[in-house]
């Protein structure tokens, strides 16, 4: 009846229609695991992230929660697909395994995030024997949480550590769950190892459970479409974002651009840690490297590769503008260099526990100061440049039966300022977006007792247009804790760009009594009951003479 | 099942009015002959009383003209004149929050929390947005005030708080002084002077007194005050200080509508007005939680009464369901809907099982209110959605709308030379033809054109046309092909919104009937419950009035929570007690609003979660609550922990006034040929190809009609779209009943 163009491999009405179904099926498991987990750290602060893997373990859809792991999801289901590929023997991958890992080396990025990657299989053909049912691997749905615990050397399992080793419980690919059947010795394991094993498991449990339910969807928009068809739009998706990728690298002036800046440190060597960045872009392609960043360091802030493909992802995909799904697509055209054995691809058994959240920071910031000269109209300044890493951990005495306790928390800071707009202030930038503990909540759950919560005024650079403000987080502690810091720019300020100011550095303050007693940016600390810990995060770079 | 109240026949006449952006929506119903009437007259936005009071004014002369005649064409109203019964809902307090036209408002709070209103949850809204920026707060810092006082988790005054510093920090509210140096109450009106005073302490739920002598305080110096622990007695600061800031800054506008209103009314009721006179009203106003509330109560809390209209129109339906089971006589029937409301700009969802989901996670403009709400989910899909091409070359509709002005392309509202000249040639040079979900409908000739809006409002469908051509030129689609794919991806952000509120929270569609009302849903409804496997689709001869009849269902309700923290383990008896002052608060304030003893239902629920978890479940207060708490979180979430330490965080009230429904009254059930209602056959065309299809007029459709699809049913306030493969029938409440093909 009509005049249908000649078949093309897809039509753009469906790729939309599917778009939105592959993304409403991470949403959804996203939602299950926030309601059903256990601690704080996933259902109030949202720390996790849930996607879509098509056979191959390209990502095709995440439901958009945390940056940090856009990148670097890929590389877990890699790895478990690495570790157990043999598909059908038993010792492979089979329908009701459940794989976890949270090994940094093997497909994790630090050791609290752990991923739990779950193979969708499908029946050969519509009337399957019972022989063949659930025999075919179709894709796979991972979910990642950080864990407020997972064991190491202080509570929160976020130290300034030597090697990995401190860090905590290293997990390998291995099979939690196996063919249905939860692999109990590994769980006791995993649980003997760290300090709040009901937390641990309640949350483990949540990721198995959002896994089961991407798993239902999955097979369900395959029972509904055939598998020829949901594959087709699966690979449909990966070439719709590279398509917009290469729009708008295209859109860039060709040319190199090169920017650098420093970590303040690496929490052991008072040394200031390199990160250099050189983006080619060529036509519809761009070339980032890494090449000439400062090598592994001793302590935690190495960040190892995917990690570093997450901070290149994060800031072409705010380059790219639209609502663009999510996956693996937008990375195509780029091409990442980042030399084995320095900070920004770290070899076993270096320490990683800041690598994530610290190190991620300052490489958003870096390829940022680069794409200034590329893109002046959309680049701001530097935020805050880290994520205020705080742990408490200690015994809770308030009941008759003592229990441990492990609090984790980042602390938001200022925006950089737009090249046409003031940066916000007291907000999460960039690698992270994950809610604040309420100081009630946090009362109730923790022998603490929050005092300040407030906008750190005037920390914000100067400007045509002013970075945003910091905020000043004063927690007290009841009774006896150990405290570890992991905290960046406390030394070396968020730029400014064009003229504007840098913002203010953050501090870490200890208030004992009538004392105020600096803290180091990087480091453990016992604390004493009624001690303060005093936090003031870095305001954002201003934008522009004033 | 159907609410039975006993009470002596109830004579007065009730009246729904709902206010919206375009239409002020009247529903009248006489109880004593089970007639209902309804009409709309166009909102007056410049003073919403005035379309309310033209509205009353008509349904007087009409009573009037009544007295006088023996028969009116559409039945008689045989009810006493003697007293109306208002239920009213308006998008007053809504606009107030979301045009920021609320009172000036301070806030007071303990010392060093005066930014939790700004800093929220310190996320940002939109993950890859660098110049995405929170909505900023109601109240600007130099009106966030502190005071020197603490609360711990157990109630435990830390710091006390002091007289003179509370005196120390009024005189900041006072703003600059008038040359008189009169009190704050004297110099309202002026921009710099405060208004509103919003009072959120912390842990001011675990112990109030602080909190409640701050507010006397500031009450007796002639303030509104909005305190915390009276609005939202329970944990997470920042969500208890958003509620309790907006309750400030919209009631004194509420308030002062509301004062006016009733001023009127008793003008009115005084006064013959072109000699009608219009009987006392006792008014009440319609919350978001589904229920309604007096005059006074709406007037100190307005944030209970933000989203009215929508819940009006979640109560509509469940009313309408609830009539409909008690049909079916069925003792296992059990009442499941997925209300659907698509409008022009926006579509809203929800699901009633058994009875409306609450939420306390509901978020308006970027205030979270977390005071209980209907669970209604919004997105920004509607017939006015505008469709692109993006970067990535997939076609997009939506979320930005066309709006009323300029419209879709076939309003025809391109300027006076688009129109002039008629033709498509300038038209195409004209880039601001927006091609909307409207124009597509259009295109594919289910719209009418002569006969849209009861044929108030004529529709260009060449312009449609056109619009949809540029659009499709790119991805070499022809207008009609592209008409079909705008369809297509409308109905699936439909399709997505539908599922986060069944699948999202374990239910299954199959499970339900999708209840469509709003001008533009009667188009997609049935194309959305095919692909969600929904077996029956029902539109009710109310729908485009929904929200009006809803409120006229809707009972008095009144919520209560109190944070307690308690283990699991505690007795039966403990939580009783800890009960009895929120029971003794619902039953007093029903009383108060004059409900009789015998129609006010308490109910109790507890908000439980395993310890260490941070969002908790709400189980009905029973000797089995903890069992019960297991069973629905294996349900929810797939896996409980039977012998896991429980807490209980919040205690629950939901107290109800119960209000006798209306009776619609059945009609006999007639012939199953439909062709009294048969207009015409016209081209549309469906994904396979043009067929020449049936046109019903829906006003003329009597009950027992049946129509087998594919046809097309036009009403004034809607055109409903049955497939092949469906069929329609209408049952004895004149509803369109669809049965979905599988």
Redesign the interface.
Known sequence: ?????PPAPY???????F???F??IA??MG??L???????NI??R?DYSCALFDAQGRMIAQA??I?VHLGSMPLSVGAAIETFRVFGDPKGLQAGDVIALNDPFRGGTHLPDITLVTPVFIPPHPNPSPKERGTQLFGFVASRAHHADVGGITPGSMPVAREIYQEGLIIPPIKLVSAGETNQAAMDLLLANVR?P??RL?DL??QI?AN??GML?LREMVSEHGQAEVNRYMAAMLE??E??TR??LKNLPDGEYTFSDYLDDDGIHDQPVLIKVKVKIEGDRAVVDFTGSAPQQKGSVNAVYAITLSAVY?VF??L?????PNNAGCLTPIEVIAPEGTVVNARHPAAVAGGNVETSQRIVDVLLGALAAVAPE???AASQGTMNNITIGGIDQREEKPRPFAYYET??GG?GA?PN?DG??????HMT????T????L???YPL???????RRGSGGEGKYRGGDG?RR?VQVLGEAQVTLLTERRVKPPYGLNGGQPGNTGENILIRGEEEIPLPGKGAIELQAGDILSIRTPGGGGYGAK | MLKNPQSTPDTQLRIGIDIGGTFTDFVIFDPSSGGIETFKLPSTPHDPAEAVLSGLERIGERLSIDSRQSSVDSGQWTVSSERWHIIHGSTVATNALLERKGARTALITTR?????L??R????PA?????A??TPPLIP?DLRLEVDERV??RGEALIPLREEQLDQVFAQLEGPQTADNRPPSAVRGQPSAVESVAVCL??SFANSAHEQRIAEKLRAAGFFVSASHEILPE?????RASTTAVNAYVSPVLESYLTKLEKSLTAYSQYPISNIKLPTSKLQIMQSNGGSISVGEAKNSAARCILSGPAGGVVGCQYLGELLESNLQSPTSNLQFLTFDMGGTSTDVSLIAGEPRITTEAEVGGHPIAIPLLDIHTIGAGGGSIAY?????????GPQSAGAEPGPACYGKTGDRGREMGGLVLLSSAPRLLATVTDANLLLGRIPPDDFLGGAMPLYPELAEEALRCVGEE????P??TA??VI??AN??M??AL??IS??RGHDPRDFTLLSFGGAGGLHAADLAQRLHIPTVLISPYAATLSAFGMLAADVVKDYTQTV?LPGHCSTEEISNRFAPLLQKGWGNLLEEGIGEENIVLQRTLDMR?R????ELNIPFGEDFIAAFHRTHRQ????D?AG?EIEIVNLRVRAIGQVPSPKIAQRTMGSADASGALIACRPVTFT???HDIPFYRGELLQPGDQIPGPAIVVRDDTTILINVGDAASVDPYLNLVLDIGS
Do not use: W
């Not at chain 2, 993950?127 to 110049?131: C, H, M, S």
């Not at chain 2, 991805?475 to 022809?478: A, D, M, P, T």
């Open positions: 009846m009509f005049n249908f163009p039509d753009p009405i469906r790729l939309e229609v778009k939105h179904r993304a409403a949403e959804e939602a299950v926030r309601k059903a987990s256990y601690s704080p259902k109030e949202r958009a929660h940056p709040t009901e937390e309640g449990k949540a459970g089961q339910r969807r719709y974002t398509r917009m729009r708008l994060y995909r705010c790219i503008g639209l609502d663009a959309r680049v701001p602390i938001g925006m737009l707009s916000s202030s007291a907000i999460h930038s977006n994950t809610l604040n309420p100081a009630e909540a009362e109730y759950a007792r929050v005092l300040r919560y407030e906008i905020i004063d | 060093g929390f005066k930014d939790v700004q800093i949850r310190q996320n940002r993950l890859y947005d660098f110049a920026s929170p810092a711990d988790y912390l842990f944990y997470r600061e920042y969500e091409l993006d970067a990535g070359g997939a076609l997009r509709v991805l070499g689609l022809s009609i092909e079909l794919g297509e991806i699936a952000h399709e997505r599922r986060v699948v999202e923290m395993y260490g978890q941070s969002y929810t979430y797939g896996y922990r896991g396979d190809g043009v």
